[in-house]
């Protein structure tokens, strides 16, 4: 089990994407392992707005921009070629190492195009064969084809929502649970928790009889700024507060919880670090 899926029923406010940008960096670097990020849109959408991508070194090649990414992976698979070895050299690194981007084709995803989905299904099934972890944003409300194939191919699926209860009823109350979340391990993240609110995670909890993971992500000005920055991965890091901790940030302290739940989840060795929503 390596593959986690973020994806929300809600169309926006669940704070998903921003979650699936930085998820991957607390787990390479809480647990140092090799992490791979992709998501089911189009080039420049969804977790590759948190980066400055054409600003990365490109693993010392020659190549070009158009020569990284799922344009260039799908050829490699067109030939047969595709193998656990080569996917990285079509990545973008973001941590040495540790955590590399594969950026989208530029191509928009359609609902009934199933040729992505194919592509997207090969490549996870390839990439779980050379990364410890792979974190993947299956998006926002109705799922195109490659975001399904995102969601099937998931160990866990952790499912974005916010604090209006309203949506919380239509979601929890509908048949979304039924279809391709049955049989999964699926997990909760309210996004923009706001903890003096009535609507508590322990309160949505009670009411709604969710089991496992339930986490909440506050709102945070400065990871707000990062992300208009392209400077996700920066903030990230300085909200872990140095090696001692002594200035761990609210923010990063509830995006480590939901990463060792998550790692929990999908059976990660446990790190030296293991304190959980202190």
């Known amino acids: 089990m390596k593959t986690i899926a973020l994806w929300s029923p809600l169309t926006s406010g ?12 607390v787990l390479a670097m809480e647990f140092k392992v090799k992490t791979l990020l992709l998501h089911g849109g189009a080039a420049g959408e969804r977790v590759e707005q948190a980066y400055s991508l054409k600003k990365q070194p490109l693993d010392h090649s020659l190549v070009t921009f158009q020569d990284h990414g799922m344009n260039a992976v799908e050829r490699l698979a ?20 540790r955590l590399d981007l594969l ?16 592509l997207m299904s090969q490549v996870l099934e390839t990439a779980v064969r050379g990364y410890d972890v792979i974190v993947a944003d299956a998006g926002n409300g109705r799922a195109n084809s490659v975001d399904r194939q995102i969601l099937k ?28 979340f049955q049989g999964k391990d699926i997990g909760f993240v309210i996004g923009r928790y706001d903890r ?14 969710v089991k496992g ?43 480590r ?14 790190s030296g670090y293991s304190e959980r929503g202190a």
């Not at 669940?14 to 960096?25: D, E, K, M, R």
């Not at 950026?103 to 989905?117: I, M, N």
């Not at 890091?237 to 509830?254: I, L, N, T, V, W």
């Open 78 to 97: 067109a030939s047969g070629r595709l193998m656990p070895e080569n996917i990285r050299d079509y990545t973008f690194p973001l941590l040495q190492d």
């Open 213 to 255: 993971i339930f986490e909440g992500i506050p709102y945070c000005s400065e990871f707000t700024d990062a992300w208009n920055m392209r400077s996700v991965q920066a903030c990230i890091q300085r909200g872990r507060g140095g090696m001692d901790r002594k200035r761990e940030s609210p923010f990063y302290r509830a995006l």
């Open 257 to 270: 919880s939901t990463a060792f739940a998550a790692a929990e989840q999908i059976g990660l060795p446990s």
């Open 153 to 180: 191919a998931a160990d866990l699926i952790l499912i974005g929502l916010n604090q209006n209860i309203r949506s919380l009823e239509k979601f929890f109350e509908s048949d979304q649970m039924q279809g391709v």
């Open 14 to 25: 669940s704070g998903t994407t921003a979650l699936a940008a930085s998820l991957p960096i």
């Open 103 to 118: 950026a989208a084709g530029r191509e928009p995803k359609l609902e009934s195009d199933d040729t992505h989905g194919r």
């Open 196 to 209: 003096h609110s009535h609507c508590t995670l322990q309160n949505v909890k009670r009411r709604f009889g």
